[in-house]
């Protein structure tokens, strides 16, 4: 039964195949003219090795991923060798497949994944602040390929950096808007990061900022500072006073 399986699974990945000297690989989905499978997060990869000319039953296989050896059944080793990538991971990316035979490692053929993702950005967030304090918002842009542009919006409106006081940051994996010193009638609001992915389209994440009053704050080393100096002075104070109940009892 496994014998018919893997006669099947070989017809049906002939038609994308990755050929050098000694093995081919067929994949679904196909590769490219450059050795690459195009995928997707969640989806499935299959790939089949056999020793060219189809009919060294007896040829062991090998796999490798990026340059590890993959563990295989001692069935799934002899003439014809398969590998399932399911589901595909972030870690996949740029991941390079290799088989080749055992008894010559020169005999090689490799394929590697290239995994498209969109950028993670969906729903609300909602960030109190004080005023006066300082204002950070993130937003994750990760993606493959990587985003075209991104955009920052308050209360529906394009953000004015300039007025605003705002400064923005974008390293490719995070855009980040940020002032230093907030202001309600500035800065509060519903802010909107935007990415745009040239294959999957807009993604927007919302965040509703709302602004406290500054609470006084009393800085600790002076205070205690001063508890100790009251303290002692009234010690001080008892203490003499002790001494004057002591002298008019005598």
Known sequence: MELMFRA??????LYCATQTSGVTI??????DSEGVIQTELE???SMVCQPDGGHEADEELQWLRNGFAVRLTEENKMGLSSVCVTPVLYEDNGATFTCRRRNNA???ASVTLNVSYRPQLSGSEEVSVEEESMLVLRCDIWANPPVSSVSWS?????????AGGFSVTNDGFTSTI???RVEKSLHEGTYQCTAESP???SHSKTFI???TDKTLTIPLMPFIAGLVVVFFTVLLAVASRWNRIRKCCK
Do not use: R
Not at 8 to 13: G, I, N, R, S
Not at 26 to 31: H, K, L
Not at 154 to 162: C, H, I, M, Q, R
């Open 199 to 201: 294959i999957y389209g």
């Open 178 to 180: 940020s002032v230093d």
């Open 26 to 31: 067929q994949t679904v989905p196909a590769v």
């Open 154 to 162: 308050l209360n529906g409106s394009a953000v004015d950096l300039l």
């Open 106 to 108: 020169t005999a090689t």
């Open 43 to 45: 989806k499935t990869v």
């Open 8 to 13: 099947l699974l070989f017809h049906l990945l």
């Open 209 to 211: 900022v709302t602004l």
